[in-house]
């Protein structure tokens, strides 16, 4: 098997610079690339691990994120073409989600593309710092449990659950993104796409796939969401760092010395 060299960044932009030549899909062409505002010719991307995000405006429909891969996920089309129709399966749960194999032409080759719906709002991490209350925060958390309890009962998992995968939209729904690392019952027996962002998972995490992807990640993110509840001035002290929320890895490998877990004992809820 060959591997493929995917574009790195400057590849993708030079390639949105022109969408309407580089994107395949004849309906996608006819799309504006959100640029820059201070520059008006560069596109805004947003790069977390695997790819990079750009924001698809179109004039009759509902805007895209584009998703570009920048590195080798094995088994990536193997695992959509399962993931996909999960996701119209749970259309509750997360956005409709197109994977085009060849979606974009970046220096003369094919290369794959992620279409989804694009969800005017804020990364979790992001509203929580604008929206400091104890009111705005516990609105947050029937929401959350109630979207862990439907993946537990569908037997799925995210696989990646953390702030920047967790879309909070205009209307304060919670919105699930970022697909790749999905655990859906037909992917059993292929290794995880990736290991999660480190300051969600449990240090002993080896090379689990399977339907409990989302318990440690969940717990994490359930019990920041209730100590903020119970105390917003927590948020200035652990989770501005853009990297977590509260917790971090150092508190789960050494529980006696984190000053969070210490300080959260004097936190009533
Ligand atoms: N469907 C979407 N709607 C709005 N913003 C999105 C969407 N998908 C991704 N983004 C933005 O792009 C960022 C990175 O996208 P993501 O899919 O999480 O990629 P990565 O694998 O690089 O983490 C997200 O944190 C979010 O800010
Ligand atoms: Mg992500």
Not at 55 to 74: E, M, Q
Request: negative net charge.
């Amino acid at each position: 098997m060959t591997t493929v060299q995917y574009p790195q960044g400057a590849d993708y932009q030079l390639a949105m610079q022109h969408a309407d030549f580089a994107l395949v899909d004849p309906v996608l062409k006819h799309g504006q690339i959100e640029m820059r505002p201070d520059r008006g010719t560069i596109p805004v991307v947003r790069s977390g691990g695997f790819v990079f995000t750009y924001h698809l405006h179109l004039t009759h429909g509902s805007d895209k994120a584009l998703r570009c891969y920048n590195k080798a996920i094995p088994d990536l089309f193997a695992r959509y073409e399962h993931i996909v129709p999960m996701t119209r399966r749970a259309a509750d749960l997360f956005l409709p989600t197109d994977f085009q194999r060849v979606g974009i032409l970046v220096n003369g080759q094919r290369y794959p593309l992620m279409v989804m719906e694009w969800v005017a709002g804020e990364t979790l991490n992001n509203w929580i710092a604008h929206h400091l209350t104890s009111a705005a925060i516990g609105s947050l958390i029937p929401q959350f449990d109630q979207m862990l309890r439907q993946m537990a009962q569908l037997g799925i998992a995210h696989g990646d659950l953390q702030h920047g995968n967790i879309l909070v939209d205009d209307q304060g729904h919670l919105r699930l993104i970022d697909y790749d690392s999905m655990y859906v019952p037909a992917l059993a027996g292929l290794p995880p796409a990736d290991a999660g962002q480190r300051n969600y998972q449990h240090p002993q995490r080896r090379g689990e796939f399977d339907a409990r992807l989302d318990r440690f990640p969940g717990i994490v993110i359930g019990l920041a969401l209730r100590a903020l509840q119970a105390d917003p001035t927590l948020w200035p002290e652990f989770g501005i760092s853009g990297e977590n929320m509260l917790f971090t890895r150092e508190d789960f490998l050494a529980p006696t010395r984190s000053p969070l877990l210490a300080r959260l004992r004097g936190v009533s809820a």
